[in-house]
């Protein structure tokens, strides 16, 4: 399994912002990173970055429609995505779940667009902090498994991203044991449900992953990546991160 660092830049991002992805891009030709590397800019600026980066990296969209194509305005399909030069797509991010009111049922269907236009999603899941603060993690967490990773979820086809909530963009991150503690379990959450297969779906951590804690995040047991939101829109930063791998 190769790990896979990914960017999520959100709601930030103008045509200058490219200059970073020219960065990135010419350090990843200094030194190939040992991680696969994906940035996930706003859909705005896909088909150009999609251009400017020249298959150096991966690129994916933060988030589709349910749907395939019709009246759905401002909407973005898989598709779109896909032709944009999208391989990957983020969905149920705790930030769509929270504004724009997404279920876990919205979740598994958007999972299934996404697959449908041969991108990999990316599934996020985590609890709050009165959720973890009451013992409940991990049993949270597994109802979001079940509900939102559909059945024929693939190695291939999917990556999972445990996002603490109270971890995203916060500077706060669990301890390493608990990290660790909720990797392990959801590892066995999905081998319970796919069967031996998912032992090779990357579980990547987010929430406030930067230069400095990464290494010793990253190469946690059952660790295979990371979600990056603030850390990921500077070059120089993102680049300490993915190059954190395997250096403990
Ligand atoms: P953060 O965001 O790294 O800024 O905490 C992570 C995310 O929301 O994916």
Known sequence: MRSLVAGNWKMN????GLAELASLKAALAAKPPAAEV????????LAQAA????DAFALGGQDCSPHDGGAYTGDISAAMLKDAGASYVIVGHSERRHYHGERESDVAAKTQAAWRAGLCAIICIGETESQRDAGDAHSICAGQLDASVPDTATAQNTAIAYEPVWAIGTGKTPTSADIAAMHAHIRSCLVRRLGEGAQGMRILYGGSVKPENAAEILNLPEVNGALVGGASLKAADFLNIITAFKVV
């Open 51 to 54: 251009w400017a980066v020249k």
């Open 13 to 16: 991002g103008l045509a200058a």
């Open 38 to 45: 994906l940035v996930c800019p706003p859909f705005t600026l």
